[in-house]
């Protein structure tokens, strides 16, 4: 998806239409003790033993895993008057963003 590197959108700080960046948000790392995490079941002794253990086995491709091929973007709007304005708001799903 294509999107432009500065919109026209309102401001909720200077109570006008500005100009604002936008930015596609990092996701950053996930946590690794999160629910349903693999480290979580390994401190449970999930993963020793004998016979299959479903989703804590071993898999061998790890492109099985991945099923989604879009995400939200979640997209981060900076005002260029005051800097501070920053909206966040999510879109649609999309493979892959374009800022031109
Ligand atoms: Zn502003």
New binding site residues.
């Given amino acids: 998806m294509k999107l432009p590197k500065v919109v026209k959108r309102y401001?909720?700080?200077?109570r006008?239409r500005?100009e604002?960046k936008v930015k596609e948000q990092s996701s950053g790392r996930a946590s690794t003790l999160k629910r349903g995490a693999k480290q979580r079941a390994r401190l449970r002794g999930l993963n020793r033993g004998i016979g299959n253990k479903g989703r804590f086995s071993r898999l061998k491709n790890q492109a099985k895993m991945k099923r989604k091929t879009t995400k939200k973007t979640a997209l981060v709007y900076t005002?260029?008057?005051?800097?501070?304005?920053k909206d966040q708001k999510k879109g649609k799903r999309t493979g892959k963003l374009v800022l031109e």
Avoid: E, F
């Avoid at 005002?79 to 304005?85: A, D, N």
């Fill in positions: 401001c909720p700080s200077c006008i500005t604002q005002c260029t008057i005051c800097g501070k304005g």
